[in-house]
Each structure stands twice: as C-alpha cells, then as structure tokens.
C-alpha cells in the first residue's frame, strides 16, 4: 500500500478498464483509499493489445459531444460536472471526429494509466482475481467488463444462481492512412458538421457505385468467418454487429447502416452521387491511422484482406490492425442487483460497467462513476445518494437495475440486454414543458422531436447539477 493520510479500510476494485478505473478514481477523490485489481500484465485477454488501464479495444470513439439535443452528449456533460477522469483524459487527448469526441487511443490510456498510478490513495495491483472477493475485503467493486475471466466468471455464476447472459462483439479494422487513395477518396463529415476539435472534414469518404457495392456484398456473404465454437447460440448486441451478419439481413441493410451515403458528396465528382459510401474514421492523434467505421466483423483474416480491398480507395490498403470476434458477458442486473449496484444477495460487492449490461464506452464509465460514489459513501456511514431519474446518470442506472426481466410464461416479451444510453430511457417531459415556437399553430414533426430532445437534456444537466452539489460528501 501507498503511504497515505486517509483513516479508512481500502474499498477493492477488480478491473482497470474504463469503469474500473473510474470507480477507482471517484473513490480515491472522496479520501477513500483503493486497491485496484488488474489481470493484465499477468494474463492476457483475447481483444486487448497492451496492459495499460482503460484500453479502448473496439472503435476510438465517445460518440456525440452533443448536450443539447443528445443523451450520450448529455452523459457526458453530467460526467463532466461530476470530475470524471475518463472524460477530462478524453478531452485532452481528442482527435477530428465530426460531430463526436473520438481519442487517441494510446495517449488516453496512457493518461489514465498515469493518473491512477500517481494517485497517492490508489494501488494498483497487477493479478488475476480468480473468484469472488474474500470476506474481508468488505467493500469491493467488479468492474472486469465484457472480458471477465473464466474463474471468476464461474464464481459469478455460482454466486448468483444463475447463467451469466452473453452476447459477441466485433472489433473494426484500422487502416494505415497512407495506404488510402485520395484520388478517388475525400474528407468530409457527413453534413459538414463540425464537432469537437474538428474541421467538418473528419472523416475520409470511399464512394462506391452500385456495381462496385453489388460485388462486394457478394464476396462478403462467400467468404470465410471465424467459427463460434463453445459460443454457439450466443446472440449478437444489435448495436455492434458485424458486417457479414449485417448483410444477411438484406442486401440494402449495409447502404442503409454504416454505408449511407447520405449527407456526403463525392469532391472529385460533385454531380454524381456515390450508390454507397465507406467512412473511416481518424484514429490516433498523428492521424496516420484510420478506422472503418461501423465495420466491426468475424471475417477471416486472409478473407478481409481480400474483401475490404475491393471498396473504392482501399485497393492498396495496409492494415495496422484487422478485425475480431470477442465474446462480450453481462449480468441480469436487473434481478441481482440493487439500485445501488449492489448484489442483493451479498451486500458490500457491487458490480459496475458492461458486465451490469451497459453498452459503450461512457455508459460503462459512467456507471463505475457511480459505483465508486456508492462505495465511498458507505465507507464513510452515509447513504448513497441515487441520481435523480430524469439524469442521464439516473435513467442508465434505472434501466440497469430496474429493466424488465422476462420469464417463462411471458412469450413475446423482451427479456434484459445491453443497452447505450437514449432518450427513451429518461422520463417523459411534464406536461406543458414544451411551448410552441412564438406565432406557431403547432409543431411539426422534427421540430417537436428537437424541441422535446432539448427540453430532456435541459432538464438532466440542472437536475444532473443539483444532485451533485447535494452530494459534496462524494
């Protein structure tokens, strides 16, 4: 243990990814002092690459900065307001990205590594924790995300009853940017719009015609994937499908999800619009690398090398990085867990980030945000204090621990998955909240949507406000 001031046991935290980290770092801010758990380093896992803290394995992107008309830009407002490390590393480690705040993959995890590891009231410990916390480790947070190990996981299972839900993630595949032909591609973000740190011409374009996109799909739907083995059956997260399985579905469902061409126009052929177009998005703060946005995939190795070759200015590609199959694990959080993030059936051990069935990069930090708010506040007596629903904070955490469960005599019913933040999650607005636009009848469509969009995310940022300048303690 580090030499420090603070009176209290050490809360334990067993992860040192994005929740992990974050609960770790929300504790330690509190005056709590934590031992941090990291496996990597001793063992490895099938996605990560280095053993630095809160690796970012799948895309480099936060998603929408946006916080007036966003929920996932209103999460990360509120997380920024409440001091959270993983956003302030974030934004200093931005790179061009439209609309969205994407990082550096590398400079971020290296600042949360830095932060944690200079943290006078946290240490990290590097090895596997192979079942559940001890009894005297009274307070602990599992925070071991979607790659939990195979003796933990087990004591998981054990410990609850009940089968850990699962679901596969595929990773996308990352381009050396010098291997791209901008003869053929462009840069623009779609609708020009312009996000933090960026341009409006974050992205770079390849325009494909309907022939070129035809024969793509061909060869994509022949060519080889990675079998599921023992995974067999497992059902994929919605959100992060893979290619292949995209085009299963129809051979427009790829022109109308990651390969729209809507909103973009071709700079080296203004009047003809692209049939489908491939966005790649900048990927490290050198700008050398560039990932294939939305092309998360199983295909082979050998096979994507061929497949992805065949997209307009990807001829020559050369690949920093092909794409993966990893298997993703969550709780039913739901029936576990407590509103406190707490395991009903053993009070102390909390869970947080994707493994409570959170999906995305801030949704799982944030919910270790509020796991380690919870645990310092039981370590010093107090009560923890719950976010208010109409928060973003609030309206992920109430879907984590109050979602539906499904049983056997409800057929037809959606059971618990994963789930990003959305306005769907967050209350309906009061009655009266909205007011027309001055000399309007009424409004139409877009315009209410917009209007109500804001009014929500008004609401959770002052709500959002008072919670935490209630909640000082923490």
Not at 23 to 51: C, F
Not at 79 to 97: F, H, T
Not at 437 to 457: S, V, Y
Request: hydrophobic share 40%; with cysteine.
């Amino acid at each position: 243990m580090k030499n420090h001031t603070s009176s209290y046991p050490p809360i334990h935290v067993i992860g040192g990814g994005l929740a992990g980290s974050e609960a770790a770092w929300q504790i330690a801010q509190s005056g709590v002092p934590v031992i941090l758990h990291e496996m990597r380093g001793v063992r490895g896992t099938d996605a990560h690459k280095t053993n630095g803290l809160a690796e970012l394995v799948c895309s480099n992107s936060f998603r929408s900065d946006d916080a007036t008309s966003n929920a996932v830009g209103v999460l990360h407002a509120e997380m920024r307001l409440a001091g959270s490390l993983i956003m302030r590393a974030a934004d200093s480690n931005q790179v061009p990205a439209g609309g969205a705040l994407a990082v550096d993959r590398d400079g971020f995890s290296n600042a949360i590594t830095a932060a944690i590891e200079g943290h006078p009231l946290i240490t990290v410990v590097r090895e596997e924790i192979t079942g559940l916390p001890p009894k005297e480790w009274d307070l602990a947070i599992i925070a071991t995300g979607p790659l939990t190990a195979p003796g933990l996981a087990e004591a998981i299972r054990q410990e609850t009853g009940a089968d850990a839900l699962a679901f596969f993630d595929a990773i996308a595949p990352i381009v050396y940017a010098d291997t791209i032909d901008m003869e053929i591609c462009w840069h623009q973000s779609r609708y020009d719009k312009v996000g933090p740190g960026g341009t409006g011409k974050d992205y770079i374009n390849c325009p494909m015609t309907e022939e070129q996109y035809n024969a793509f799909i061909d060869q994509l739907l022949a060519s080889d994937t990675t079998g599921f083995k023992e995974w067999e059956g497992t059902p994929y997260f919605d959100g992060c499908l893979p290619i292949e399985v995209m085009a299963e579905r129809g051979r427009e469902t790829l022109r109308h999800g990651p390969m729209k061409p809507m909103g973009l126009t071709n700079a080296h052929n203004p009047t003809v619009k692209p049939y489908a177009v491939v966005q790649l998005r900048q990927d490290n703060a050198l700008g050398t690398l560039y990932n294939m946005v939305g092309f998360q995939t199983k295909l082979k190795y050998g096979a994507q090398s061929e497949v992805f070759r065949m997209i307009s200015g990807l001829e020559n590609a050369e690949f920093a990085r092909l794409g993966g199959l990893h298997r993703n694990t969550y709780i039913n959080s739901p029936s576990l867990l407590d509103q406190s993030l707490t395991l009903k059936s053993r009070p102390g051990l909390r869970f947080a980030g994707q493994i409570t069935g959170c999906e995305g990069y801030v949704e799982s930090a944030s919910i270790g945000l509020l796991a380690g708010r919870f645990a310092a506040a039981e370590r010093k007596g107090e009560k923890p204090f719950l976010p208010p629903a109409t928060t973003a904070f609030g309206a992920l955490l109430n879907h984590i621990t109050g979602g539906h469960i499904v049983s056997d005599d409800e057929p037809g019913k959606r059971s618990f998955q994963p789930m990003n933040v959305n306005f769907g999650l967050f209350p309906p607005l009061e009655s009266g909240a909205l007011t027309r636009p001055e000399g309007a009848k009424r409004f139409r469509g877009k315009e209410k949507a917009l209007a109500k969009k804001q009014a929500i995310a008004s609401r959770a940022l002052a709500d959002s406000e008072a919670w935490l300048g209630n909640n000082k303690s923490t």
